[in-house]
C-alpha cells in the first residue's frame, strides 16, 4: 500500500542505520587512520612501486564500485522477479556490518614498517561492496512506498534521516577517539578501531527496525520454463543476466532518461570523488590535525541534513532537475575553493558548502530517476541507475589517485573534477522531464 507511514519509516530508518558506516569509517576515521596509522608519509611498495595512501585510497573505492557495477544489475532485476529486494537488502547490510566489525583487527604501523595494509584493504572493499549493494535494494523500494508527487520529499526524508544517524553515532564515535584515556583506552588507535567497530554494530542493530517495518508489495512470479530444469539458484542468475540485456535495450528506448543517466553518472562521478577524497585530502594535502578533519566531518552531516530538506523544497517549486542544476553550480564552486585552500577555517567553511548540496543533489537525482521508470520494474531499473552511479565512482578515484601519484599534489586533482560538473550540467539541461514521464507509460 502506497504512503504507508510505517512503511516509509522503516524505510528512512536504513539509512539511519547504514549512514554510521559511511560517515564514521567510510569517510572520516578509516581515510586517516589508514594515511597515518596503516601506511605512514613514506608509503607502501607494491610490485616495486611505492604508493602513497591517498593514491591507494582512490584504488581501493574504485576497484569497490566496479566490482559493485558488475553486478548490480543482475541483482536487480532477480529482486523484481522473485520479490526479494528485501532479503537481499537484509543479507547486504548484515555481511556489510561484519566486515566493518572485523576493521578492529586492522593493525596499525610500527618501527618496523606499515601495519595491516592488505586485511585493511579487503575489509574495506568487503564492506563497500556490500554497502553499495545493499542501497541497490534499498533505492528500488522508493517508487513502491509513496505516490509520484512525494517522491522527492519522500526521498530527501529518507536522507535526512541518515544525516542525523550518521551524526549521532559519529558524534560518539568522536568522543570516543578524543576522550578515549576518560575510558580507560590508553592507545588513541585502539581507540579508532573500536569506534569504526561500534559503526558495524549500529548498522546491524537498526537495520532491525527496517526489518520489522518495511514491507515489500508480493508479487507472483514463477520461473519461465527455460530454465526451471536448473537449480534454483543458477536459474535466478541466467534470468538476472537475460533481463540485463532486455533492460538495456528497454532503456535506450527512453531518451531522456537514457540522457539523465549518462548526465547522473558524469556529474556524481565528481560528487563521489569529493565526499570520498575529501578528508585523506585534508589529512595529507593540508597537515589538518584529526580533531579539525572530524569536527568539520560532523559540521558536514549536521548541514546535509537541513540542505536535503531545503533542497526538497525548493524542488517543489522550481522541480527537481533545475534544482540538481542549481547545486552543480554550486558543486563547481566547491572544487574551485578547495584547490586554494591552506587553514582549518578554510576548510571548516568548505565542508558547509559541501554538507548544503551533497544531500540536496543526492536526494533529489534519486527521486528524479523514480519519476521516470515504469513502477513494476523499480529494482530492474534502479539496478541500472546503481551502475551509472558506480561507473561513475569508478573513474574519479582512479583519476584523483593517479593525478596525485603523478604529480605528487591532490590539488590539480581537485580542481579537475570541476569538468565533471560543468558536463553533468550541459547535459542536464537537455533532460524533458514531461516527455520523461510520459515515455514510461510506453513500458
Known sequence: MKDDKRSIFGWCMYDWANSAYITTVGVALLPIYFAEG????????????????TALWGFMLGFAALTVFLFAPMLGSIADFSSAKKRFLIFFAYSGSLFAILLVFCSPRSAAGPGDVWLAIVLYICTQICFIGANVFYDAFLPELTSENKLDSVSAKGFAYGYIGGSIQFGIALVLVSMHKTFGIQDQTLAVRIAMGMSGLWW??????????????????????????????????????????????????????????????????????????????GKEELGLTNTHLMVTLLLIQLVAFIGALIFGRIANKIGARRSVMV????????????????TATEFFI?????????????????????????ENASAEFYGFYSVFSKFSAIWGPFTFGIIRQITGTARLAIISLMVFFIVGFILLAFVNEEKAKSEKLSY
Request: neutral net charge; aromatic residues 14%; hydrophobic residues 45%.
Open 38 to 53: 596503516i601506511v605512514g608519509e613514506d608509503g607502501v611498495e607494491i610490485l616495486g612501486q611505492t604508493f602513497s595512501a
Open 327 to 342: 547545486s552543480l553550480v554550486l558543486w563547481s564552486a566547491v572544487v574551485i575553493y578547495g584547490y586554494f585552500i591552506h
Open 204 to 281: 546491524a542493530g537498526w537495520t532491525l527496525v527496517t526489518i520489522k517495518y518495511l514491507k515489500e508489495q508480493e508479487t507472483q512470479h514463477e520461473l519461465p520454463e527455460q530454465y526451471r530444469h536448473l537449480p534454483k539458484t543458477v536459474g535466478y542468475i541466467s534470468l538476472g543476466f537475460n533481463r540485463i540485456l532486455t533492460t538495456a535495450r528497454k532503456i535506450g528506448n527512453f531518451r531522456n532518461l537514457t540522457l539523465f543517466l549518462i548526465a547522473y553518472m558524469i556529474y556524481n562521478d565528481g560528487i563521489h570523488t569529493v565526499t570520498s577524497m575529501g578528508t585523506i585530502y
Open 350 to 374: 568548505l565542508g558547509i558548502t559541501v554538507g548544503f548540496v551533497l544531500g540536496g543533489t543526492q536526494a533529489l537525482s534519486r527521486s528524479f530517476y523514480g519519476a521516470m521508470i515504469p
